[in-house]
């Protein structure tokens, strides 16, 4: 069932122009940067965009441009994701795990508890803050991580947000939920 969602999702993100894409994250990302919780927070977790997914670049730009310390996923040898400081997206950034862009070795890792927002992707995502990823479990060890106490928020297009996300005893949830079209607070 998660396959063929993916699947799904996967068609859905790429029959999507890239001009929509482009002017569809922005607005996504302007909604994430009004937010209280994102706004209160110093350090910000944020994932790199790959693909067709929504770009989080903006995000990530506004980040710096306000004076947050910016962090990104690093998968580790064991498969685990690392949180890394990233200080310019040109200089900090290099081709990582199955070529999505990761920091590079000279970042400084940073503890998760002192993380205090994280941007997570996915493909899909329900109104119970459900979601389905790429299929490798990286954010959901991420965010069971003991100690990890950060507001989570999954970044999407309306369009995959759908009715239920088949999910398993270790999936995490978000918080929050925001598209293009609105913030979704999960209660």
Excluded: W
Aim: one cysteine or more; a neutral charge.
């Amino acid at each position: 069932m998660k396959a063929e969602m993916r699947r799904e999702m996967r068609a859905l993100l790429n029959r999507m122009p890239d001009t929509d894409n482009v002017m569809r994250s922005g607005q996504a990302c302007e909604r994430v940067c009004a937010l209280p919780e994102y706004i209160d927070a110093n350090l910000v977790l944020c994932y790199l965009s790959f693909g067709k997914e929504l770009v989080s670049d903006f995000l990530c730009a506004h980040a710096l441009a306000n004076g947050k310390t910016l962090a990104a996923p690093r998968v580790t040898p064991g498969g685990h994701l690392e949180v890394c400081a990233i200080r310019d997206m040109q200089r900090d950034l290099v081709p990582g795990f199955l070529g999505i862009r990761e920091p590079a070795p000279h970042c400084r890792t940073i503890p998760i508890p002192e993380v205090g927002f994280v941007i997570v992707p996915g493909l899909a995502y329900d109104p119970n803050g459900g979601r389905l990823g790429r299929g490798g479990g990286h954010y959901d060890r991420l965010l069971g991580t003991p100690g990890y106490s950060a507001v989570s928020c999954g970044l999407v297009f309306e369009e995959q947000v759908v009715s239920a996300v088949p999910t398993e005893p270790h999936d995490c949830r978000v918080q929050i939920i925001v598209t293009d079209q609105k913030v979704r607070r999960i209660k």
